[in-house]
């Protein structure tokens, strides 16, 4: 399990590690706030990067880790947040896509398969999705035009859209796509955890058959 902490940065201050509190009566001390991959025990070479964030709020962080038997650079993220929390027009979340995918490209051009993702806080670039509570959807177009989503079963010109990870309704039914996965190869498989457990989202799995090494 390879893990790097979230940090804010409050008046021009150093970074500062973010803790993460369980909440309720007791508030527990759950430890540092951050971003997690879980990867074969091959994997030796991993490393966080910032991305750009507005100042005196959380500094958003991606985490990378490869595994060389299938030259497959695994990567994670998890952007600003919509209206009312650190990005509110969505320009942030804007050049973290951008980022995120430059990151995924010079992967590439170095011999590995990226496969990337996480809890990007955007919905799909799509017209019944493009109401994002202050976010633009258009955010993740540059995401969508080089890399192919885990919904996209039939390849790059499938909808840009999936089912919804986050954001659960009356009924406790989540309403939005919050949660991605992209690759270089078409996905076989792709779906979403059935409850959210203890989790404000749900569980996005999918499956990418990768061609030999």
């Known amino acids: 399990m390879r ?21 309720g009566e007791s508030n527990a001390d759950r430890g540092a706030y951050g971003i997690a991959l879980a990867v074969p025990d091959e994997n030796t070479w991993y490393k966080r990067y910032d991305l750009t964030s507005p100042a005196d709020k959380e500094q958003r962080t991606a985490l990378c880790a490869s595994i060389p038997s299938r030259a497959v650079m695994a990567c994670t993220a998890h952007f600003s947040a919509g209206k009312g929390y650190d990005d509110n027009d969505g320009s942030w979340r804007g050049k973290q896509a951008v980022q995120l995918r430059d990151l995924a490209d010079t992967f590439k051009a170095k011999g590995y398969r990226p496969v990337f993702g996480g809890d990007l806080n955007l919905v799909p670039p ?36 999936g089912k919804p990870t986050a954001n659960a309704d009356a009924d406790g039914n989540p309403t939005r796509k ?36």
């Open 3 to 23: 893990f790097a902490p979230i940090h804010n940065r409050v008046g021009g201050s150093p970074l500062i590690q973010k803790q993460c509190a369980m909440g």
């Open 126 to 161: 799509v017209p019944d999705a493009t109401v994002d509570e202050g976010g633009p959807s258009t955010a993740l177009i540059p995401v969508y035009d080089a890399y192919q989503e885990c919904s996209q079963l039939n390849g790059l010109l499938s909808p840009r859209t």
């Open 178 to 213: 919050l949660d991605y996965i992209f690759a270089p190869h078409t996905f076989s498989r792709c779906s979403v955890s059935g409850t959210a457990g203890k989790s404000d989202h749900w569980t996005l799995y999918g499956a990418v058959p990768l061609p030999a090494v």
